[in-house]
């Protein structure tokens, strides 16, 4: 969400050096951005941050993530720009010195459009639409020859990414279950389950079913980050709930398919995926459970019918079949019955 303004800084000041500075585990995706030159991975620096601040060439620090110990360690280092929002945290107000203010708990706009909002000290006038957003991002092409001959006997590799680490929604087990019955009918589709170790041994002890159909194979744990990009990029298409590989996969120009319940801040309005072939499906109305914040997986979720998502699925097989990858016509639709999802989608113009 934070790599497009990237991009944006690079087009305005060409000459600009950018280094992101995020945590081990996500160091692998940012490096494939071409519009970063450096990754500083915190773990590597969190013992003496003023330190090093101090030794640094670093002019500007944007805290796209509030974090009080970076704030104060940049102001004692006597970073000369330090942008932060003055109405998220006291501590940015007080250690910032190019301030902006803006509020996600009242606003309409997209997680991503709020990155943006950062740049307004560095000459940003108007918040981008979302499919410009998406022609921002730049990455590094990838290829792999042992993931290619995982994929090469299947003329479609649809990935699933059913759990979410307790970061959002989950649709059920037995509407994956479902839609990959309904794909066996297809047989140029192949699926693959993708999630952490810990997650592949959840989805074996409570989606056995799913795991033994002769279309299915789980790769869960097999992956680094980095391989993960990967095999995203070398598929077909991607399904998933709000997680990071649904916007991976978005954020890579892979057919990418979000599933949200309506309620905010879980809404698509906030979380849909960021692509060229990007979308997302919620149901028009909340339900009872929507309120309860330790529900993995209300009714919200339960009734996109999985037969909604394979006709999604099917068309991406067919505009494989017919070699169109032009990018969808942003839209926004609502269904004319309740009991339908509606399909909200954001992309690049072709």
């Given amino acids: 969400m934070t790599l497009p303004i990237c991009t944006w800084l690079k087009k305005k000041f060409p000459q600009v050096k950018i280094s992101i500075m995020c945590r081990a585990y996500a160091a692998a995706i940012v490096r494939r951005s071409t519009a970063v030159d450096a990754v500083i991975e915190l773990e590597s620096v969190s013992h003496d941050l003023v330190t090093f601040f101090a030794c640094s060439d670093i002019d500007t620090v944007i805290f796209a ?48 459009q709020f990155n943006f909002e950062f740049l307004r000290p560095l000459g940003l006038k108007t918040i981008p639409e979302l499919s410009e957003i998406a022609a921002l991002y730049r990455f590094s092409s990838c290829d792999d020859e042992q993931i290619r001959r995982l994929l090469r006997p299947h003329p479609f590799n649809l990935i699933i990414h059913m759990k979410s680490n307790g970061h959002g929604r989950e649709w059920p087990m037995e509407n994956f279950f479902a839609l990959a019955q309904q794909l066996r009918s297809n047989p140029s589709i192949h ?9 592949g041994q959840w989805i074996e002890r409570n989606a056995s079913e799913l795991l033994r159909l002769p279309n299915v194979s789980n790769v869960c744990g097999k992956f680094t980050l980095d391989q993960l990009a990967t095999f995203i990029q070398m598929a077909d298409g991607l399904i ?44 028009p109305t909340s339900c009872l459970g929507c309120a309860d914040k330790q529900t993995i997986s209300c009714d919200c979720m339960k009734n996109i019918a999985p037969d909604v998502v394979a006709e999604i699925v099917l068309q991406w097989r067919r505009e494989q079949q017919e070699g169109n990858c032009a990018t969808n016509e942003s839209m926004y639709t609502r269904p004319a019955k309740d009991s339908q999802p509606a399909l909200f989608t954001r992309a690049a113009n072709a």
Avoid at 191 to 199: D, M, Q
Avoid at 253 to 267: A, E, N, S
Wanted: with cysteine; proline share 8%.
């Fill in 240 to 283: 998933a709930s709000g997680t990071g590989p649904l916007h991976m996969a978005a954020a890579l120009g892979q057919r990418t398919l979000g599933l949200f319940p309506p309620t905010r801040p879980m809404h698509p309005g906030r979380w849909a995926p960021v692509g060229r072939h990007a979308q997302a499906l919620y149901m």
């Fill in 65 to 112: 993530q509030p974090d009080q110990q970076l704030a104060v360690a940049a102001f004692k280092a006597g970073i000369p720009n330090r942008i932060g929002n003055a109405r998220q945290k006291v501590h940015q107000l007080l250690f910032c010195n190019r301030r902006v203010r803006f509020s996600k708990r009242i606003s309409d706009l997209h997680e991503s």
């Fill in 191 to 199: 699926i693959w389950v993708t999630g952490s170790a810990e997650e």
